[in-house]
């Protein structure tokens, strides 16, 4: 049998609450230790573990003290780059939630760094390991070129909600943070390279530090023609009307997430509801004879659901596979450091007021500024 990998599980939010739990469930992880910036929130994900684990609130002192084979990262994005360093230097592989750092280059550093040392990192895009968000996309690439992607995820968010969304965006604006999921599904969808990215943003209240916004919207163009549009707002001001849009169109029809529920009032700020789908629309644009449609619009029942918890176990599973079985991760990484280069360029253009072409330098994109 082939020895427990032993992981430090650092942050005990939502998500790092998630990641430890799969961890102690798998065969194969084995925690050492819970490090987080406040005892109260350890000893809570403690007890939810049943106990034991050794708890550290300076990740330095964890790293030290534990020892351990693997680092799971669940903080803030501003500190994703420096752990997952140090991480990679103490011979450690690497579990960190998206986006990969709060820069570009952050995000190039890590994966420099991953290369040299040869070890494993994983990022947080907990739709790749989403059955219904797999069948979205599948679909999405038998409706022909170009595509229209239209997608948000507004949250009207108050109480402890929208204290964590501000103390998120002392760090990134919502749509480098929830932005990369969706442009990663756009590049997926399009099998693409995008060419070109424009942002607006708006600051809606002085709640926020300075410089920031918690309204944004990105446009990307592939070089294909697809293009693709995201929006995510954050706060008590955002409107629960049509907060949750993904779909898709191409020549051949549509195909659009239907979730009655997770798309209902009172649902955006629902941590759990965000990678809920439901149902799937499909629209066929084929016409008969007589010019009217020739195919009535399916509606495909999706059976296969996962819970949050469930799809994070997907991850921390796909994550000890990569370890135990060398799994080569370097078209994983490419598409995180892809999707964060939009984002990234979504920022520069409303920054800027121009739009933002990235050029293709030595194999990968880069991003430069242009009229």
Known sequence: MKSSVRVLCVGAGHMGRSHALAYH??????????????????????RELGGGYAEFHDFATALQETKPDAVCISTWPDTHALYATAAIEAGCHVFVEKPLADSVAGAEQIIQRANASDRKVVVGYILRHHPSWTRFTEIAKTLGKPLVMRMNLNQSSSGAAWQTHKELMSTVSPIVDCGVHYVDVMCQMTGSRPVRVSGIGARLTD?????????????????DGSVGWYEAGWGPMMSETAFFIKDVVGPKGSVSI?????????????????????????????????????????????????DHDALCQREQEYFLDAIRNDLDLTDHLDDALHSMRIVAAADESFRTGKKVELVQENSSNTVGAGS
């Open 207 to 223: 709640e926020l530090p300075d410089g920031m916004v918690n309204y944004g919207q990105l446009q990307v163009t592939f070089a």
């Open 25 to 46: 469930r798998i065969d194969g992880f084995e925690i050492v230790g819970i490090c987080t910036r406040s005892s109260q929130s350890s000893s809570k994900l403690n």
């Open 258 to 306: 239907v979730a009655e529920t997770a798309g209902s009032a009172g649902q955006s700020a629902n941590v759990d509801a965000h990678t809920q789908t439901e149902s799937l629309r499909l629209h066929h644009s084929q016409l008969d004879a007589e010019g009217n449609f020739a195919k009535h619009d399916e509606l495909l029942r999706l059976e296969d659901e996962l």
